[in-house]
């Protein structure tokens, strides 16, 4: 079992930045691909990034590449989203999720394990 909690969502204008912080507790973090979805309002969840178990290798939604850098650190047991150059259409409820297997997956389905998810809303 995995425990994650995330934090670092708030309101920010367009343009600007936040970085979101998710701290894991439980089993073996570096165990784990870990991801960054979100979810807007009436619409489904969406994957944002991914990234392996050691932070060797990155996945992006086109949507975000260049803007939002994944990153973690296996000695804090914690995964941060850093996010750049905002834009209205980022607002959303922000979620990690732990995926036991082995390759990353843009996938929601194939991740076992959530957050309870932060808010993060941009205004424009």
């Known amino acids: 079992q995995v425990q994650l909690v995330e934090s670092g969502g708030g309101l920010v204008q367009a343009g600007g930045s936040l970085r979101l912080s998710c701290v894991a507790s439980?089993?073996?973090?570096?165990?784990?691909?870990m991801g960054w979805f979100r979810q807007a309002p009436g619409k489904e969840r969406e994957f944002v990034a991914a990234?392996?178990?050691?932070?060797?290798?990155?996945s992006y939604a086109d949507s975000v590449k260049g803007r939002f850098t994944i990153s973690r650190d296996n000695t804090q047991n914690t995964m941060y989203l850093q996010m750049n150059s905002l834009k209205p259409e980022d607002t959303a409820v922000y979620y990690c999720?732990?995926?036991?297997?082995?390759?990353?997956?843009?996938?929601?389905?194939?991740?076992?394990?959530w957050g309870q998810g932060t808010q993060v809303t941009v205004s424009s």
């Open positions: 439980g089993r073996t973090f570096s165990g784990y691909v």
């Open positions: 990234i392996s178990r050691s932070g060797g290798s990155t």
């Open positions: 999720g732990a995926d036991r297997r082995l390759s990353m997956t843009i996938q929601s389905h194939l991740y076992d394990y």
